[in-house]
Every structure is written in structure tokens, then in C-alpha cells.
């Protein structure tokens, strides 16, 4: 699934304690590790804040503006982390010059999962590399730099309250400070003609295919609808807005649904949709059930691509064998998936055709669209032939 992360430090919506939220904060940020360097002949300590969960290096030596991005690269391939001490332009410009050296990765022969997994492999060494520039934070939080930003509500979205001096990786503060700017900007989506509002963390609606299929199909039921991994809660919301009188939206993360409930009261669906924590689904029963899973079966590399990637498509697989048991009698599931992996060869069409038929149900009907986002269109993507054949899907389930 097309997914781009954005938290943010919010109050607690109603029936979710704050000491939940500030839990799930404390493991993103991992509050416990420190990071350990030498200055002017002194140890020096600080706490280690990763919002993507990454573990605290261990090998760090202070850098400044003498540093050039042909060090920067060398230290970094030796797992040296760099603790910036100069200008933070200047560490931005070291930072776009590593990007530029690590490369996007060839396109290379194999099978479409060989060229997925190099790919993956590509990205990973590149997100290890740039994400040994770090940055230190002082309470506030600021960044005691020389022309430094004001960061303190980007910081505070993705880390939470920083009252210690801590140090962070620039490239995920330079994304927290992106995301920070989507969520106060919102994305546009056509079917709420509104805008919805992503928290650090949470889905990010890049695409705009699956949430036309849910908007188009046809509504079995008007009474009540559960949306199950809500994430932003477009999808709970889209359907509010066609009229269910009541939407059941579910997320097993305190950040989504934190950001769920203030997307339902900026677009004034409030008292129609409603946002739960639990893991899949709600109790009851729903003459309508949705879910968009993560479409891509393959391991997450850190916290944030937990949303992206499904390991062994459990999430899938858990929809599937559980939606008979919360269907009302004449109910239905949707099922909203790309064939990306197929096209990938991660997972086949028989897979999911025969997880469907052993879970007790029946498709009654499918709807495809093709997507139509940037990189569908790219040919300089290195899954650009899997991209092209993509087809997302609403599958229309019913017990058999």
C-alpha cells in the first residue's frame, strides 16, 4: 500500500486514557537509550529519540562545517554516526549530498520479487546511511544550531514533550518537519470534497483510487458500517458522508485514532463516525464491514512500515477468517486490495482466491480501478513493470 507516515502529541480523544497514548509514544521514541560521545575530552550523554524506532548508535564523533559529504559517506559506511556541532544549513546541504551518493538503486534483471527485494535492500542501506547525520535538541525543543528552524511543533508531533537535552537523526527530523507541514496543510479528497489531516504515523491518503471504490460501490446497509485499521479515517468518513448513520472505525494504534477523531470533527461527521481502539474489530456485528489491509506481504524494516508491509499478509488473512462471525445475516465485506503483489510474485491471485473460499466466503462481486498516482507513470521506478499492470480492487464478500 502507498503509505507515507506523519503522530502527533494531541490530547487523548474520549475513551482512550492518556497514559495509553503516552505509552505508545515512549516505545516509538525508545526514551530509554542514550547516546554516549566524546568532547573536548569529556564524555558526553544524551537521550536517543527515534520516532521510527531505531535503535541509538553507538559509535558517534562530533562533526562541524569542515566536514565534506565524501567523509560524511565514509564514516557513515563504517557505522560511525556524526553528531552535527556547525551551521544547520550546512548539515542539510551534507545531508542532500549523501542522498545523492547512496543513489536510488539500479534497475537490474530478475524476477519482479528479485527486483522488489533489491529495491527494499537499496532503501534500507540508504535510510542506515543518511540516518547517521544527527542533531542535537535542547528543551523546548530547539535545535542549538547556528540558523536553525523553528522545529518545536514538528518535533513535538513526532517525539512528544523533549524536557532533556536529546539528539535525533536529521533525515527523520527533516521528514518530521515535511510531515508536519502536510498535517497542517491537510490533502484534498475529492470523495469528502474536504481535506483530511494526517498525524505523524498514521496513513497517509497519497492515493486517491481505493477511496473512489469505496465512495462509488453500492451500500448494502445505511444503519451501520465498521471500518477495521481506519488509519486517518478517510474511509470511515467517506462513508459517513454517503449517509451511514453510524461508522465503527477500529485501529490497534493510539496516534490513528487520535487522528481519526479530529478528522471526523473537522469534516462534521462526529456524531456519525466514531473512532475505537482495538485490535481489527469492534464488538458486534455490522450489516457492512471494510477493510484496506497493508498490500504488500514482506517484512517492516522499522516501526512506521508496519502500515505498509504485512508479513505473511496476516492482517489480510485475520479480515478474512473473522468476517463471518461480526457480519449481520445478508451483510457485507469489502475487501479493498491492490494486485501489486501479484505483479510482484509475493503473493499469487490463487493465494487470495482460496484464503477467501476457506474463510467461509464468497465474492459476489469485484470493482477495479487502475491507479493513476506519479508513479505509475515513472520509468525510471525499479518496479515500474508492476506498477503499470496494478489493479486495485473492492471485493464484494458475503458468507457462503
Same mark, same amino acid.
Given at each position: 500500500?502507498?503509505?507515507?507516515?506523519?503522530?502527533? @502529541? &494531541?490530547?487523548?480523544?474520549?475513551?482512550?486514557?492518556?497514559?495509553?497514548? /503516552? @505509552?505508545?509514544?515512549?516505545?516509538?521514541? /525508545?526514551?530509554?537509550?542514550?547516546?554516549? =560521545?566524546?568532547?573536548?575530552?569529556?564524555?558526553?550523554?544524551?537521550?536517543?529519540?527515534?520516532? /521510527?524506532?531505531?535503535?541509538?548508535?553507538?559509535? *558517534?564523533?562530533?562533526?562541524?562545517?569542515?566536514?565534506?559529504?565524501?567523509?560524511?559517506?565514509?564514516?557513515?559506511?563504517?557505522?560511525?554516526?556524526?553528531? =552535527?556541532?556547525?551551521?544547520? !544549513?550546512?548539515?542539510?546541504?551534507?545531508?542532500?549530498?549523501?542522498?545523492?551518493?547512496?543513489?536510488?538503486?539500479?534497475?537490474?534483471?530478475?524476477?519482479?520479487?528479485?527486483?522488489?527485494?533489491?529495491?527494499?535492500?537499496?532503501?534500507? @542501506?540508504?535510510?542506515? %546511511?543518511?540516518?547517521?547525520?544527527?542533531?542535537?535538541?535542547?528543551?523546548?525543543?530547539?535545535?542549538?544550531?547556528?540558523?536553525?528552524?523553528?522545529?518545536?511543533?514538528?518535533?513535538?508531533?513526532?517525539?512528544?514533550? %523533549?524536557?532533556?537535552?536529546? $539528539?535525533?537523526?536529521?533525515?527523520?527530523? *527533516?521528514?518530521?518537519?515535511?510531515? !508536519?507541514?502536510?498535517?497542517?496543510?491537510?490533502?484534498? *479528497?475529492?470523495?469528502?470534497?474536504?481535506?483530511?489531516?494526517?498525524?505523524?504515523?498514521?496513513?497517509?491518503?497519497?492515493?486517491?483510487?481505493? *477511496?473512489?471504490? $469505496?465512495?462509488?460501490?453500492?451500500?448494502?446497509?445505511?444503519?451501520?458500517?465498521?471500518?477495521?485499521?481506519?488509519?486517518?479515517? #478517510?474511509?470511515?468518513?467517506?462513508?459517513?458522508?454517503?449517509?451511514?448513520?453510524?461508522? #465503527?472505525?477500529?485501529?490497534?494504534?493510539?496516534?490513528?485514532?487520535?487522528?481519526?477523531?479530529?478528522?471526523?470533527?473537522?469534516?462534521?461527521?462526529?456524531?456519525?463516525?466514531?473512532?475505537?481502539?482495538?485490535?481489527?474489530?469492534?464488538?458486534?456485528?455490522?450489516?457492512?464491514?471494510?477493510?484496506?489491509?497493508?498490500?504488500?506481504? +514482506?517484512?517492516? !524494516?522499522?516501526?512506521?512500515?508496519?502500515?505498509?508491509?504485512?508479513?505473511?499478509?496476516?492482517?489480510?488473512?485475520?479480515?478474512?477468517?473473522?468476517?463471518?462471525? @461480526?457480519?449481520?445475516?445478508?451483510?457485507?465485506? =469489502?475487501?479493498?486490495?491492490?494486485?501489486? +503483489?501479484?505483479?510482484?510474485?509475493?503473493?499469487?491471485?490463487?493465494?487470495?482466491?482460496?484464503?477467501?473460499? +476457506?474463510?467461509?466466503?464468497? $465474492?459476489?462481486?469485484?470493482?477495479?480501478?487502475?491507479? &493513476?498516482?506519479?508513479?505509475?507513470?515513472?520509468?525510471?521506478?525499479?518496479?515500474?513493470?508492476?506498477?503499470?499492470?496494478?489493479?486495485?480492487?473492492? =471485493?464484494?464478500?458475503?458468507?457462503?
Amino acid at each position: 500500500m502507498e503509505r507515507t507516515f506523519i503522530t502527533t @502529541h &494531541t490530547p487523548a480523544p474520549v475513551g482512550i486514557p492518556t497514559s495509553v497514548l /503516552n @505509552h505508545s509514544r515512549a516505545a516509538a521514541v /525508545n526514551e530509554h537509550a542514550l547516546v554516549t =560521545w566524546a568532547e573536548a575530552g569529556e564524555s558526553r550523554t544524551a537521550r536517543w529519540r527515534s520516532a /521510527n524506532g531505531r535503535p541509538a548508535p553507538t559509535r *558517534v564523533e562530533v562533526v562541524s562545517d569542515s566536514l565534506t559529504a565524501d567523509d560524511a559517506n565514509r564514516m557513515a559506511s563504517q557505522g560511525i554516526a556524526m553528531l =552535527w556541532h556547525g551551521d544547520f !544549513h550546512n548539515a542539510r546541504q551534507i545531508l542532500n549530498a549523501m542522498d545523492r551518493r547512496t543513489g536510488a538503486g539500479k534497475k537490474t534483471a530478475g524476477t519482479p520479487a528479485d527486483k522488489f527485494y533489491r529495491h527494499r535492500q537499496s532503501r534500507s @542501506h540508504r535510510a542506515r %546511511i543518511l540516518g547517521l547525520l544527527l542533531i542535537p535538541l535542547d528543551p523546548g525543543p530547539v535545535v542549538p544550531l547556528r540558523r536553525a528552524p523553528d522545529i518545536r511543533e514538528a518535533a513535538a508531533e513526532a517525539y512528544g514533550e %523533549i524536557g532533556e537535552s536529546s $539528539v535525533v537523526s536529521l533525515h527523520e527530523l *527533516v521528514g518530521a518537519i515535511g510531515a !508536519h507541514e502536510w498535517r497542517r496543510k491537510g490533502v484534498h *479528497v475529492d470523495a469528502l470534497q474536504g481535506r483530511i489531516h494526517p498525524h505523524y504515523g498514521t496513513f497517509f491518503p497519497t492515493r486517491s483510487e481505493y *477511496v473512489d471504490l $469505496v465512495a462509488a460501490a453500492a451500500l448494502p446497509s445505511d444503519t451501520l458500517a465498521f471500518d477495521v485499521g481506519t488509519g486517518t479515517g #478517510v474511509l470511515a468518513a467517506v462513508l459517513a458522508s454517503r449517509g451511514v448513520h453510524r461508522v #465503527v472505525a477500529t485501529d490497534n494504534e493510539p496516534r490513528a485514532i487520535a487522528c481519526a477523531a479530529e478528522n471526523f470533527r473537522n469534516l462534521g461527521v462526529q456524531d456519525r463516525a466514531e473512532a475505537v481502539l482495538a485490535d481489527m474489530f469492534p464488538p458486534g456485528r455490522a450489516p457492512l464491514i471494510v477493510c484496506n489491509p497493508p498490500w504488500i506481504p +514482506a517484512t517492516p !524494516h522499522s516501526s512506521l512500515d508496519s502500515a505498509v508491509y504485512d508479513p505473511g499478509s496476516r492482517m489480510l488473512f485475520r479480515f478474512l477468517n473473522g468476517l463471518s462471525d @461480526h457480519l449481520e445475516p445478508g451483510g457485507e465485506g =469489502w475487501l479493498v486490495l491492490s494486485d501489486l +503483489a501479484e505483479h510482484l510474485g509475493l503473493r499469487s491471485r490463487e493465494d487470495l482466491l482460496t484464503a477467501i473460499t +476457506a474463510a467461509g466466503l464468497k $465474492v459476489v462481486e469485484r470493482l477495479d480501478t487502475r491507479p &493513476t498516482h506519479p508513479k505509475a507513470s515513472d520509468r525510471d521506478d525499479p518496479l515500474f513493470e508492476a506498477r503499470t499492470a496494478e489493479v486495485t480492487s473492492l =471485493w464484494r464478500l458475503v458468507p457462503r
